[in-house]
């Protein structure tokens, strides 16, 4: 089930419970099932719940997901962050908060996606950084999804403010990849606009070679920081299960170099999957993938072997070796001029062994008779 509260500001219509959503959270609190996803959009126009119903309905252990847009209300803004749901997707009014607010959050969320909306306040790296600790505490999250966004467009009475040092961000955030161990996929694409964090780039790559569950890393361009390529092609040669995209899911790929690691990364996982499969198809899995995709690259054969070396015992012990070395006969005819036999060879040495011993023998008694 889900359900869409939201007012329309192109209309310039709003939606609020007359109640101020009170008997809504009432029949929630006595729900038995899950509710599935419930999202909140209301933008300037107003809103649908009063403060004390909206503190109510987040505090629910009945969703699934919450998709919420910029709570206006310090109280309720900050209560998002410890909902009781799988998936939070959540616009944060993050120039309302302090540092030391975050200090009490409890991330339950797996799927997590904040956009943060950010003022010239001097404090936003903080907010920042003190919500990716909070990230980096919960240890549960599988998907993570940040970005940053400007209150309002750049102007001349709002100008332009980057993060000038990113040190500390990147910190944080490689902190929150390595405390989370089931971290599959990270989304870091809406950063760049507001940090110039490329050059750290490297650094977000190393947190990530050695993590067993990341699939896909989604950054934007970066290549000025990295012209050869050394830093992708190190994470690719680590990590084999990655794949690093970029702003419209494209695999970030320079040059064959880079695409000879995913053919072969591409191989390697394809390879483990195939253990996985049932023990009556994965023989003719195993030749097909070595006939199709790894004949003519001697590392992708041997890696092919090195994981289903089982499959070609299984083979070999299936094949006659007197097929594979056939000794053909050979008539006896062909032999007999250049082979003696053995016997034949000793006999006619007693022969002649016999005849000298005989005239040997005759001369000493000859000479005996004079």
């Given at each position: 089930m889900e359900m869409t509260l939201a007012g329309n500001e192109l209309e310039r219509c709003s939606f609020a419970f007359r109640d101020g959503g009170k008997e809504f959270v009432n029949v929630l609190e006595k729900r038995q099932s899950a509710f599935g996803t419930l999202n909140i959009y209301f933008g300037k126009l107003g809103k649908a719940f009063k403060c004390d119903n909206l503190q109510r309905l987040l505090k629910l252990?009945?969703?699934?997901?919450?998709?919420?847009?910029?709570?206006d209300e310090k109280e309720c803004a900050i209560l998002p962050f410890s909902a009781q749901v799988n998936g939070l997707d959540y616009d944060v009014d993050a120039h309302l908060f302090e540092p030391e607010d975050f200090e009490s959050v409890n991330i339950v969320a797996k799927d997590l996606n904040l956009r943060l909306i950010l003022d010239n306040s001097n404090n936003f790296n903080?907010?920042?950084?003190?919500?990716?600790?909070?990230?980096?505490?919960?240890?549960?999250?599988?998907?993570?999804?940040?970005?940053?966004?400007?209150?309002?467009?750049?102007?001349?009475?709002?100008?332009?403010?980057?993060?000038?040092?990113?040190?500390?961000?990147?910190?944080?955030?490689?902190?929150?990849?390595?405390?989370?161990?089931?971290?599959?996929?990270?989304?870091?694409?809406?950063?760049?606009?507001?940090?110039?964090?490329?050059?750290?780039?490297?650094?977000?790559?190393?947190?990530?070679?050695?993590?067993?569950?990341?699939?896909?890393?989604?950054?934007?361009?970066?290549r000025y920081n990295d012209p050869n390529y050394s830093w992708l092609k190190q994470l690719l040669s680590r990590n084999?299960?990655?794949?690093?995209?970029?702003?419209?899911?494209e695999r970030l790929s320079y040059g064959s170099s880079v695409d000879k690691l995913y053919a072969l990364n591409g191989l390697y996982c394809g390879s483990a999957d195939l253990k996985q499969d049932a023990?009556?198809?994965r023989p003719l899995l195993v030749v097909t993938s070595l006939i199709e995709k790894a004949l003519r690259n001697f590392q992708h054969i041997s890696l092919l072997l090195a994981d289903h070396s089982d499959i070609l015992c299984e083979f070999l012990n299936d094949v006659e070796l007197e097929a594979l070395v056939a000794v053909p006969s050979v008539p006896e005819e062909t032999l007999a001029p250049a082979t003696v036999p053995t016997e034949s060879k000793h006999h006619g040495t007693s022969k002649r062994s016999s005849k000298t011993s005989s005239s040997r023998a005759a001369k000493r008694a000859a000479r005996g008779t004079k």
């Amino acid at each position: 089930m889900e359900m869409t509260l939201a007012g329309n500001e192109l209309e310039r219509c709003s939606f609020a419970f007359r109640d101020g959503g009170k008997e809504f959270v009432n029949v929630l609190e006595k729900r038995q099932s899950a509710f599935g996803t419930l999202n909140i959009y209301f933008g300037k126009l107003g809103k649908a719940f009063k403060c004390d119903n909206l503190q109510r309905l987040l505090k629910l252990d009945v969703f699934e997901k919450l998709k919420l847009h910029s709570l206006d209300e310090k109280e309720c803004a900050i209560l998002p962050f410890s909902a009781q749901v799988n998936g939070l997707d959540y616009d944060v009014d993050a120039h309302l908060f302090e540092p030391e607010d975050f200090e009490s959050v409890n991330i339950v969320a797996k799927d997590l996606n904040l956009r943060l909306i950010l003022d010239n306040s001097n404090n936003f790296n903080e907010v920042v950084n003190s919500v990716l600790d909070r990230v980096a505490a919960s240890g549960k999250v599988e998907r993570l999804t940040l970005a940053t966004h400007y209150i309002e467009f750049p102007s001349d009475a709002f100008p332009y403010r980057e993060i000038d040092d990113l040190t500390p961000f990147t910190r944080a955030l490689v902190t929150a990849i390595i405390n989370n161990p089931k971290l599959s996929y990270l989304d870091l694409s809406s950063m760049y606009w507001h940090m110039d964090w490329a050059p750290h780039v490297k650094e977000i790559f190393e947190a990530l070679e050695a993590h067993e569950e990341i699939r896909t890393l989604k950054i934007s361009q970066y290549r000025y920081n990295d012209p050869n390529y050394s830093w992708l092609k190190q994470l690719l040669s680590r990590n084999r299960k990655i794949a690093v995209v970029g702003d419209w899911n494209e695999r970030l790929s320079y040059g064959s170099s880079v695409d000879k690691l995913y053919a072969l990364n591409g191989l390697y996982c394809g390879s483990a999957d195939l253990k996985q499969d049932a023990a009556s198809s994965r023989p003719l899995l195993v030749v097909t993938s070595l006939i199709e995709k790894a004949l003519r690259n001697f590392q992708h054969i041997s890696l092919l072997l090195a994981d289903h070396s089982d499959i070609l015992c299984e083979f070999l012990n299936d094949v006659e070796l007197e097929a594979l070395v056939a000794v053909p006969s050979v008539p006896e005819e062909t032999l007999a001029p250049a082979t003696v036999p053995t016997e034949s060879k000793h006999h006619g040495t007693s022969k002649r062994s016999s005849k000298t011993s005989s005239s040997r023998a005759a001369k000493r008694a000859a000479r005996g008779t004079k």
